[in-house]
């Protein structure tokens, strides 16, 4: 009796004791386990200097780069505005089952309207609103979202133009710098070389001047001779 007394007290005290995470079963590959500690993360992929990523969903404890439980989409930013792919109803499902996104990935989902789209869901939950109610909602952001993400990209595209225009512009100002540093340059040469030649010209007509000095002499002469 006193040995089963003590053998209920050990038992009792082992329960009070605070269990360690990783002591908790896993089923990797599967969606049943609640209270594994899932995130959704990035996964590098891609070369150096032009990464691109993988949503995936994984534990929290495997490494970044490691094994991953599902992929839910992809994001590049390389390219502008960034690429985003996301299986929206996956990524849903992994939110309502407690996955934790990291700041990244939470930035994304948000970006899509997940993030959204899961706190309409809880409203439906809770009896706030109804489900067509949540579904209108979401259309209007929905709309609104994709109004301003083509006003971005026409800002870009209308960027990209006057970029090009000046571009072109400052080509033709270089152009034109060159061909009139090289004509002033030309110029200055002609000018040179002229100014050579001028002093040879010049001391001609000295040299024709010389015999027209020398007639008066000779016509004061004539007379004498008479």
Same mark, same amino acid.
């Given at each position: 009796?006193?040995?089963?007394?003590?053998?209920?007290?050990?038992?009792?005290?082992?329960?009070?004791?605070?269990?360690?995470?990783?002591?908790?079963?896993?089923?990797?590959?599967?969606?049943?386990?609640?209270?594994?500690?899932?995130?959704?993360?990035?996964?590098?992929?891609?070369?150096?200097?032009?990464?691109?990523?993988?949503?995936?969903?994984?534990?929290?404890?495997?490494?970044?780069?490691?094994?991953?439980?599902?992929?839910?989409?992809?994001?590049?930013?390389?390219?502008?505005?960034?690429?985003?792919?996301?299986?929206?109803?996956?990524?849903?499902?992994?939110?309502?089952?407690?996955?934790?996104?990291?700041?990244?990935?939470?930035?994304?989902?948000?970006?899509?309207?997940?993030?959204?789209?899961?706190?309409?869901?809880?409203?439906?939950?809770?009896?706030?609103?109804?489900?067509?109610?949540?579904?209108?909602?979401?259309?209007?952001?929905?709309?609104?979202?994709?109004?301003?993400?083509?006003?971005?990209?026409?800002?870009?595209?209308?960027?990209?133009?006057?970029?090009?225009?000046?571009?072109?512009?400052?080509?033709?100002?270089?152009?034109?710098?060159?061909? %009139?540093?090289?004509? &002033?340059?030309?110029? *200055? $040469?002609? =000018?040179?070389? +002229?100014?050579?030649? !001028? @002093? /040879?010209? #010049?001391? %001609?007509?000295?040299? &024709?001047?010389?015999? *027209? $000095?020398? =007639?008066?002499? +000779?016509?004061?002469? !004539? @007379? /004498?001779? #008479?």
């Amino acid at each position: 009796m006193e040995a089963s007394f003590w053998v209920s007290i050990h038992l009792f005290l082992w329960l009070l004791q605070p269990k360690s995470p990783y002591l908790r079963p896993q089923f990797r590959g599967t969606n049943t386990n609640r209270d594994m500690p899932t995130r959704i993360r990035l996964q590098r992929k891609g070369k150096k200097g032009r990464p691109y990523y993988h949503l995936v969903v994984a534990d929290s404890r495997a490494p970044r780069d490691g094994k991953y439980i599902e992929r839910i989409g992809a994001y590049d930013p390389n390219q502008n505005p960034a690429f985003i792919e996301i299986n929206n109803e996956k990524a849903l499902e992994w939110l309502q089952k407690g996955a934790s996104p990291s700041d990244t990935c939470r930035a994304i989902l948000s970006y899509t309207g997940i993030v959204y789209k899961n706190h309409l869901a809880g409203g439906v939950k809770k009896g706030a609103f109804t489900q067509e109610e949540a579904d209108r909602r979401f259309d209007v952001w929905l709309n609104e979202k994709n109004a301003k993400i083509e006003a971005k990209r026409s800002n870009l595209e209308a960027g990209k133009t006057d970029a090009e225009k000046a571009r072109i512009a400052a080509e033709v100002k270089k152009s034109n710098d060159k061909a %009139a540093a090289l004509s &002033a340059k030309l110029a *200055a $040469a002609s =000018a040179a070389e +002229a100014a050579a030649k !001028a @002093p /040879a010209v #010049e001391e %001609a007509p000295a040299e &024709a001047e010389a015999p *027209a $000095a020398d =007639a008066p002499a +000779a016509e004061s002469e !004539a @007379p /004498a001779a #008479e």
